[in-house]
């Protein structure tokens, strides 16, 4: 059974600063691997996608890695801003369902 | 090109009552998953519609059923609410290989009271 931890549960730093999110996930048969944030109340935002067969992702501040074979990834965040602080969700597409780890709460403060 | 929308926004329910939630998904999407999202246990599987078939089903009673309809479009049904049905349900749909990305709704707010 597929399990996802990311950690830390909450992060709080000040702006600009440049910051990592991990995700770790127990069985590495992934298609592939999804960052999303979520604001409170609000539904999920696709950030990244990583195909099992990619090591890495960029899209503008943020680059997400992969190591399928050590089932870990990361989201870096560069240049932090107040508008970055929401809830960011990793979750792994197996062949059935996308698993999701429980989240890391970020605020950013200006 | 618009996103996946769902109907209504907020509801609320006695227990014991039915309720309906619906799913448009992205045109040309034909794959429609479901997900519960609560405080205590997260984000959840719910079932997943693919070409007006039920793919997939997460670990969830009975009393949570689904359809989809020939234009994509998914229902999500839950008959005989209870207290802990009140969460956040998300639909998410995707082109249908699971290498695709899944792209989420806002999301239905279900308070069963």
């Known amino acids: 059974k597929q399990e996802v931890t990311q950690i830390p549960a909450a992060l709080s730093v000040p702006e600009g600063e440049n910051l990592v999110l991990n995700c770790s996930f127990t069985?590495?048969?992934?298609?592939?691997l999804q960052w999303f944030r979520q604001d409170p109340g609000k539904g999920l935002t696709s950030l990244l996608l990583?195909?099992?067969?990619?090591r890495e992702q960029t899209s503008g501040r943020l680059n997400a890695s992969l190591d399928k074979s050590s089932g870990r990834s990361t989201l870096y965040i560069a240049a932090s801003q107040p508008g970055d602080s929401a809830t960011y969700l990793c979750?792994?597409?197996?062949?059935?369902?996308?698993?999701f780890g429980q989240g890391t709460r970020l605020t950013i403060n200006p | 090109k618009a996103g996946v929308t769902q109907t209504p926004r907020y509801l609320i329910k006695t227990r014991g009552q039915q309720v309906t939630l619906s799913c448009s998904p992205i045109?040309?999407?034909?794959?429609v998953s479901w997900y519960q999202q609560t405080p205590g246990q997260g984000l959840q599987f719910l079932f997943e519609?693919?070409?007006?078939?039920?793919?997939n089903k997460g670990n969830f009673p009975g009393r949570f059923s689904g359809r989809q309809f020939s234009n994509s479009r998914s229902e999500m049904n839950v008959s005989t609410l209870e207290l802990g049905d009140s969460a956040l349900y998300l639909c998410?749909?995707?082109?249908?290989?699971?290498?695709?990305?899944?792209?989420f709704g806002p999301g239905t707010r279900l308070t069963v009271t």
């Open positions: 069985d590495s048969a992934i298609y592939n």
């Open positions: 990583i195909q099992s067969s990619q």
């Open positions: 045109s040309g999407h034909r794959s």
């Open positions: 998410a749909s995707s082109l249908g290989d699971y290498s695709y990305e899944q792209y």
């Open positions: 519609y693919f070409s007006e078939t039920q793919r």
């Open positions: 979750a792994v597409q197996g062949a059935q369902k996308l698993v």
